[in-house]
């Protein structure tokens, strides 16, 4: 056994990663149940609902001007503002290739900012997913800049899927001139021949987006990230997550 | 020789997973080798063209 330190734990949400902003954050996934008992059992039963899933945020607040590129207040006022819900990636043991993570487009429900006696400043973001959700691999840490073409760690899944699936990418630095990167996840069944299974918009700055793949599509064992970048003095961090439904 | 069309860009890698062959969406192709041919079978990346078929 292992137990992990929360220092490790990495989260992506829309084009920012928030490590650095947070002190705590929560995410839970959830299934209604609906009762089917009927008048001769003898029992309670039940059979399973929808899926629903909430991530809920404790973080200092940052001084730096709404103005200023990227700053958290810009950051934050995105996620806020965006009425379609932003693409999310927790990652509590790190964004190491295969490592845990919950895969999510989360909206807002509900802000709090919090003053007192001897403390700092800080705030509370809820938010509640929309759409499908679930815990899968991490495909890509965005630990480390990526400034020319690179390919990813092979993660095997152990078994093939077609029950569709879920893939955030969240590019959270990008600078160059004209940079420009494109995310493919590709898929194998042999770690030998590989095939495109997710292929990303391309990007030219920070930006964060989610790709489902269709149930009754095959997704095999193995995957990877495969990152083209291009232009002048190109540099990315980025995370890439995908949890098969 | 069974020709196949590529549906999905694809590559072949080797065992440090550098691409060996680089197989673009809608190319005929016929140089594939069996394993080849399983292994984009699985990933549904390939048809064959030109098969015969039953009268």
New interface residues.
């Given amino acids: 056994m292992a137990f992990v330190a929360t220092h490790t734990s990495r989260i992506t949400i829309g084009d920012r990663e928030w490590s650095g902003d947070l002190t705590s954050v929560d995410s839970s996934s959830n299934v209604d149940v609906i009762e089917t008992t009927t008048l001769s059992d003898t029992s309670k039963n039940f059979i399973a609902g929808l899926n629903s899933g909430t991530l809920l945020c404790n973080g200092l607040t940052d001084s730096a001007s709404a103005s200023s590129a990227n700053s958290q207040w810009q950051d934050l006022y995105a996620i806020r503002g965006d009425s379609d819900g932003v693409p999310a990636i927790v990652a509590l043991e790190g964004f190491t290739a295969d490592k845990k993570v919950w895969v999510a487009q989360v909206t807002e429900t509900s802000w709090t900012n919090t003053s007192s006696v001897a403390g700092a400043v800080s705030f509370t973001l809820n938010m509640e997913t929309t759409g499908d959700h679930g815990q899968g691999v991490s495909l890509f840490d965005p630990g480390t800049a990526k400034t020319a073409t690179a390919t990813g760690t092979v993660v095997d899944n152990s078994a093939s899927s077609n029950t569709g699936a879920v893939a955030n990418l969240c590019v959270v630095t990008a600078s160059g001139t004209s940079p420009t990167l494109d995310v493919v996840i590709q898929h194998s069944a042999d770690n030998s021949s590989y095939s495109t299974l997710v292929t990303y918009t391309q990007a030219t700055g920070t930006t964060s987006q989610r790709k489902t793949v269709a149930s009754g599509t095959t997704i095999n064992r193995y995957l990877k990230v495969v990152a083209t970048i291009g232009g002048s003095s190109p540099s990315f961090n980025f995370a890439v997550g995908l949890s098969r439904l | 020789m069974t020709k196949y069309k590529i549906l999905?860009?694809?590559?072949?890698?080797d065992k440090n997973?550098k691409a060996i062959k680089k197989l673009k969406a809608g190319e005929i192709i016929s140089d594939l080798t069996p394993?080849?041919i399983?292994?984009?079978t699985?990933?549904?990346?390939i048809e064959a063209v030109g098969a015969k078929t039953k009268e």
Avoid: D, H, M, P
Wanted: aromatic residues 0%; negative net charge.
């Fill in positions: 999905v860009n694809s590559e072949i890698v997973q394993a080849q399983k292994g984009l699985a990933n549904e990346a």
